[in-house]
């Protein structure tokens, strides 16, 4: 059982493809609120416009998506070797070819921690009309769908700030894969995120190997 966790994230590199249609292309949105995507599911796999240049990163990420992760064939081998669990392989493809990307991966995670998240230092938002009139009037000068809705009523978490941190309640991660999902939502507007959370045994791998382009902080546990 791991004694510390650690919040992941990754620089992002280009735009999930097709730009205007990512969301139809990539989730299946049938149950979802498609003002702050709350709720969409993955249903193929992700396109990219061509294969990411930044070579030497072995953790990459793709802008507006900031809860997916992809990696290099290093990355999953010695994964695979050590065992770590939580995660599946899927390959991205290129969006005008659909081909495969050679040598890269999402890490596909579908472990959920359902319980345990405390909110108390965490800012919250509703999805619904917003109340301050000079907001709403920039939201609507610039046709955002944040001005019309439908709105869902659901509430998503601001991520932390600062010295602020996710904080879980550490029994809730008893038993838990290296890889999990927190099956809470957390973004602003319409980026809707749910963190994924590792163990120190990957962290561990991540510093032994001196991968590239992973960022982690540390999940306080009470």
């Known amino acids: 059982m791991s004694t510390n966790w650690y919040h992941i994230t990754t620089g992002q590199f280009g735009y999930p493809q097709p730009e205007n249609s990512y969301i139809d292309k990539t989730y299946d949105s049938s149950t979802a609120c498609l003002t702050c995507n709350i709720g969409l599911k993955q249903k193929s796999e992700f396109r990219f416009g061509s294969e990411p240049k930044a070579k030497h990163s072995q953790f990459l990420g793709l802008n507006w998506v900031f809860d997916q992760i992809f990696v290099r064939q290093i990355v999953k081998d010695i994964f695979e070797k050590e065992k770590v669990t939580g995660i599946e392989f ?15 991966y999402q890490l596909r995670v579908d472990s959920l921690l359902s319980n345990g998240l405390l909110t108390d230092n965490l800012n919250t938002e509703v999805c619904e009309l917003p109340q301050d009139k000079s907001m709403l009037k920039f939201l609507k000068a610039n046709g955002s769908k944040l001005a019309e809705g439908p709105f869902c009523g659901q509430i998503k978490y601001n991520f932390p700030q600062g010295d602020n941190c996710i904080k879980l309640k550490a029994h809730t991660l008893d038993n838990k894969t290296d890889f999990v999902r927190l099956d809470y939502y957390f973004g602003s507007g319409g980026s809707a995120n749910r963190p994924i959370i590792i163990s120190d045994k990957v962290k561990q791998i991540i510093d032994t190997e001196k991968w590239r382009g992973a960022f982690l902080q540390q999940i306080e546990l009470v």
Do not use: F, H
């Open 90 to 104: 899927l390959q991205p493809v290129i969006n005008k070819t659909g081909l495969s990307i050679t040598g890269l």
